[in-house]
């Protein structure tokens, strides 16, 4: 297309990057707050699943690497037309699977400083503002969980983190307890560590064990009721068996029916024993502590050693945030963190974020969760929490209305357990053309062994007449299964 010398300069123009503070710079960032906009405001009516094919979207993106780049505004242009094809509607308002949030306005203007300014916030000599802000969150959110206001925090990438980080905690603190310093030497001959947790915990606690070496398979399991929640006479029971270090993972919210451990006689079960650490895997439950009237289903949460939680779901701040708190700090730390090492700058009480969670280098996530709680306040978590949990009951009743239709669980908290028909295909056929309308969207799960429809409302832009919408849809589409109307 062109000669040597025109390529040349092309080359130049494109890859050169911008040059900073020009007027080209400030095009790109403008269009690229255009195609943002453009996206979110079609958030509200577009299919919230994507149409288009595997092979749509690599025809779309899968390019050959160029050997001279390519200019960023149509970089950004393209990546822009071509991506949102196969972007899920998660950011609105009726995406009801997993338990997965949107971002407020607020969040998601905090994250766009976030990346403009950058920083590397594993270290308060890399952003002494974000240690600031962190330390600050950190306080807020001790402060709405209820929890110790001297248990540390890490903002991790999210609960699976977590609860990584808050049981490498608990096995330093029980072996050490054992007079072995696990990070020195490591877990080979080292007195047995036992994991007891309940037969409905999230998955991330099998890998969290898995990768501390502990083994997902070696997990032993106490059983649960027809909600999901530990027995309390089992974990006695489990307990009696186990001699030595013991770490136990309760949990708050179940991700199937939102259901919590009865954690005020667990932590009465496990302080009886010595050796023992008590985590709570809060990823969502843990944000019911905002609202008085929930409250009471997290009582005694605040008597254990350490928690995980999530800010990406239920605070609605852009992936990925989540949250770590132990009760010891010194224990958090030495977990996590080498100490002594070279790179460790800080003087006085100037803090160190990478003390606190797996990683090293980070993103600063606290600018986010700040902005969020900031403009929330107290207040506005709390309405955020029980509006979903509002909407989340109206939907489980219109559903229930329905002949064939039952509900699985209680509704508790922001999940809904929905069954069709009284065979696992009707349920089945109901979330998949459920899936293909693209009114709303939402997943299948397995409720002790039958085939489910699970409802998470998780979502601050959700509204009533987006909750009604979603119920009109879901029973046209129930309606229309054939088994369903008695053929
Ligand atoms: C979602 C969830 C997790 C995992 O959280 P991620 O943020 O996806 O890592 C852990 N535990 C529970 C109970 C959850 O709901």
Redesign the pocket.
């Known amino acids: 297309m062109s000669d040597g010398d025109g390529r040349k300069k092309e080359r130049a123009d494109a890859s050169a990057a911008l040059p900073r503070g020009t007027d080209r710079e400030a095009d790109l960032l403008h269009r690229t707050t255009e195609l943002a906009l453009d996206f979110l405001r079609s958030l509200p009516d577009r299919p919230v699943f994507p149409t288009a094919t595997l092979t749509e979207l690599r025809e779309g993106l899968a390019r050959p690497l160029s050997e001279d780049g390519v200019e960023p505004v149509q970089v950004i242009e393209e990546l822009a037309r071509e991506a949102d094809k196969g972007t899920v509607g998660i950011a609105g308002p009726r995406f009801f699977g997993?338990?997965i949030g949107g971002s407020l306005p607020v969040a998601l203007a905090a994250d766009w400083l976030t990346s403009t300014w950058d920083q590397n916030a594993g270290l308060y000599v890399a952003g002494p503002s974000h240690a600031v802000v962190e330390e600050t969150a950190a306080s807020w959110l001790l402060e709405l969980f209820g929890l110790p206001e001297t248990a540390s925090v890490g903002l991790t990438?999210?609960?699976?983190?977590?609860?990584f980080a808050g049981l490498a905690a608990g096995r330093r603190a029980v072996l050490l307890r054992e007079g072995w310093d696990v990070e020195r030497d490591g877990l080979q001959g080292a007195p047995e560590v036992t994991v007891v947790a309940g037969a409905e915990a999230?998955?991330?606690?099998e890998i969290a064990a898995q990768m501390l070496g502990l083994g997902a398979q070696r997990i032993r399991r106490v059983a649960a009721d027809d909600q999901g929640r530990m027995r309390p006479e089992a974990l006695r029971e489990v307990l009696a068996t186990i001699g030595g270090p013991t770490i136990v993972c309760a949990?708050?919210?179940?991700?199937n029916t939102g259901a919590f451990d009865p954690l005020d006689q667990i932590t009465d079960i496990v302080m009886e024993r010595d050796g023992r650490w008590l985590h709570v895997?809060?990823?969502?439950?843990l944000w019911a502590a905002a609202s008085p009237r929930l409250r009471h289903l997290l009582a005694g949460v605040e008597r254990a050693d350490s928690w995980?939680c999530?800010s990406?779901?239920w605070l609605n701040v852009p992936y990925?945030s989540?949250i770590v708190i132990v009760r010891d700090p010194s224990i958090h730390r030495a977990a996590m963190m080498l100490q002594a090492s070279y790179l460790m700058q800080t003087k006085g009480d100037e803090r160190d974020a990478a003390e606190y969670v797996p990683e090293f280098s980070r993103r600063a996530r606290g600018f986010t969760v700040y902005a969020a709680l900031r403009s929330l306040g107290r207040q506005g978590v709390r309405e955020l929490i029980e509006r979903c949990c509002m909407i989340a009951r109206r939907m489980a009743e219109r559903l229930a209305e329905e002949p064939g239709v039952s509900i699985l669980n209680e509704v508790v908290l922001n999940q809904v357990l929905v069954r069709f028909g009284d065979d696992d295909d009707v349920t089945r056929k109901t979330v998949a053309a459920v899936q293909a309308d693209g009114t709303l969207w939402l997943s299948g799960t397995t409720w002790h062994g039958m085939a489910a429809m699970r409802i998470s409302v998780s979502n601050w832009s959700t509204t009533e007449w987006d909750a009604d919408r979603s119920v009109d849809a879901i029973l046209s589409c129930y309606r229309r299964v054939p088994a369903a109307d008695g053929a």
């Open positions: 997993f338990v990438t999210g609960a699976q983190m977590a609860n999230h998955v991330t606690i949990q708050a919210g179940n991700v895997d809060g990823a969502f439950g995980s999530d990406h779901k990925d989540g």
